[in-house]
């Protein structure tokens, strides 16, 4: 089955504890990305990658980290977690054309995090 | 920047009734405009998208949206809803190439009412 796959889905966790939250898509997609989502901000873009060993930041990427090593995974790492970064993180994967056109982008799950 | 905005926070309509849900964007050139839905503790589906061409656009479960230029809309509707609708919608714009990304509305949570 085509999926994207997050673990955790549920992570309590205190201030400063270093963390990462994990993704995988077995679609063979070129671009990933994480969001995270909070109540009345909808999703917003933290960091995209459009292949790998290629990483950038999107619209609030502070706090955190993410890695391209292999196509299928695209991690997101919290070095220092603080109580801002609490919230329901998704990624994403989608193909890529190079061309001005868009492809669906897929979602897993969600991973809501709580940091203390 | 494009940006999305969903004017109704929170929606409640019954059961069979019809169901439109607003969005408006804002975006320099030709948006590609999607609607995505997100049910309680899931992730998100992809309802329907307009990237060119027909501006009334078919999705899945019965939905449907109109792409109105004059408007800078894109409004989701479905001509009668069942409980199992009851969910949070987002509208997302996306252009910014290179990046793929997509800019979200804040969401519509809608409530159905036996």
């Known amino acids: 089955e085509a999926q994207v796959t997050q673990n955790p889905r549920y992570l309590i966790t205190v201030t400063g504890k270093k963390l990462t939250v994990t993704c995988s898509q077995n679609m063979n997609h070129e671009y990933m990305s994480w969001y995270r989502q909070d109540p009345g901000l909808g999703l917003r873009q933290i960091y995209y990658?459009?292949?790998?060993?290629?990483?950038d930041k999107g619209d609030v990427p502070e706090g955190y980290k993410v890695s391209r090593k292999e196509k299928r995974n695209f991690p997101l790492i919290l070095e220092s977690p603080s109580p801002n970064q609490t919230s329901l993180y998704f990624c994403?994967?989608?193909?890529?054309?190079?061309?001005?056109?868009?492809?669906?982008?897929?979602f897993g799950p969600g991973t809501r995090l709580t940091v203390l | 920047a494009q940006s999305v905005t969903q004017p109704d926070i929170h929606i409640t309509v019954s059961e069979g009734a019809s169901l439109e849900l607003r969005c408006n964007y804002s975006?320099?050139?030709?948006?590609?405009l999607f609607w995505y839905v997100q049910s309680p503790g899931q992730g998100l589906q992809l309802l329907l998208k307009y990237f060119s061409g027909d501006t009334l656009v078919q999705g899945i479960k019965g939905f449907e949206a109109e792409f109105k230029r004059s408007q800078s809309s894109f409004n989701l509707r479905k001509p009668s809803v069942h409980w199992s609708d009851a969910a949070e919608y987002f509208c997302?714009?996306?252009?910014?190439?290179?990046?793929?990304?997509?800019?979200f509305g804040t969401g519509t949570r809608l409530t159905i009412i036996p």
């Open positions: 990658s459009m292949n790998v060993e290629v990483t």
């Open positions: 997302a714009v996306g252009g910014d190439f290179g990046n793929e990304k997509l800019t």
């Open positions: 975006y320099g050139a030709t948006p590609y």
């Open positions: 994403a994967s989608s193909l890529t054309s190079g061309s001005r056109t868009y492809n669906e982008q897929f």
